[in-house]
Nanobody, 124 residues
């Protein structure tokens, strides 16, 4: 059984930083693509960032480009999201997702497994 567990969320002031982690278990960490998505209250889930297996290809939503960095450590079966210069509009529950086939994608329907989410609150 594949399991993705996010951690690292919390409350931070605007301008601050957080690093989210997503640990995978249940199978070899060979997902060709991993992604981070977020969902704010009353809004649809939206794409944040994605990374391929080697880490050599990354893609970001315009709203986070230059502030967030996605990375992965395959030896630790973990993907990370470093979030800097946080803004109140970044407040959301953040989810990691794994894709079994294919490459990086911003489309949440392309991902096969999802974590339970970790909440991030940015105060102004």
């Amino acid at each position: 059984q594949v399991q993705l567990v996010e951690s690292g969320g919390g409350l931070v002031q605007a301008g601050g930083s957080l690093r989210l982690s997503c640990a995978a278990s249940g199978r070899a960490f060979s997902y060709p693509a991993m992604g981070w998505f977020r969902q704010a209250p009353g809004k649809e889930r939206e794409f944040v960032a994605t990374i391929n297996w080697s880490g050599g290809s990354t893609y970001y939503a315009d709203s986070v480009k230059g502030r967030f960095t996605i990375s992965r450590d395959n030896a630790k079966s973990t993907v990370y999201l470093q979030m800097n210069s946080l803004k109140p509009e970044d407040t959301a529950v953040y989810y990691c997702a794994a894709r079994l086939v294919g490459t990086t994608s911003a489309d949440p329907t392309m991902y096969n497994y999802w974590g339970q989410g970790t909440p991030v609150t940015v105060s102004s």
